[in-house]
């Protein structure tokens, strides 16, 4: 018959191992609270600088689109007639937006004229169109077409390439 081995219980029931360790709980428990804050403030500090780095380039893409001295700047442009609140407007908006990317030329430049604002209203007025309307100008500035009411992608796109073969200077 084999001898078991008992393990040998300390007076106040803890091991050697408990014992030596339990003086320090309250400072592991202060470190291990210490690291996780660190960790949670690193990550928040590169989710906010992520964020408004993202934010700063949106409200600057932004605002450059909604400069209208960029007409007649010496490139082709497709200015929308738009207003914000026209869910028409902002479904041109995107189709105009992502044919400009499919055409892929840097010559051609897209603004939007907003007709919440004087400059907007002025524009649209000056060319006697309403919202949800395009304009082409050319690289001088002068009116060259007109695209009213909502259109999709594929014609924006081809739309724009005959624009920018008449009038985009090379």
């Known amino acids: 018959m084999k ?7 300390r007076p106040n029931g803890a091991t050697r191992k408990q014992r030596s360790t339990a003086g320090n709980a309250p400072n592991d428990a202060a470190r291990r609270g210490f690291l996780r804050k660190l960790r949670n403030g690193a990550i928040a500090t590169v989710a906010v600088g992520g964020g408004g780095w993202l934010l700063i380039g949106k409200v600057r893409a932004t605002m450059r689109e909604q400069d209208l001295t960029q007409i007649g700047n010496g490139n082709p442009t497709v ?24 055409v892929g030329d840097d010559r051609l430049q897209f603004v939007v004229a907003n007709i919440r604002s004087p400059e907007g209203r002025r524009l649209a007025s000056a060319h006697g169109v ?18 009213a009411g909502p259109n ?11 624009h920018l073969a008449r009038h985009g200077k090379s």
Request: charged share 30%; with cysteine.
């Open 3 to 9: 001898r078991q081995k008992r393990k040998s219980k």
């Open 79 to 102: 200015v929308q007639i738009h207003d914000p609140q026209c869910p028409q407007c902002t479904a041109l908006q995107r189709e105009a937006r992502d044919a400009v990317c499919e």
């Open 130 to 147: 309403g919202h949800v309307t395009l304009l082409l100008f050319d690289a001088a500035g002068k009116r060259q077409g007109i695209l």
């Open 152 to 162: 999709d992608r594929a014609y924006l796109a081809n739309a724009f390439r005959r």
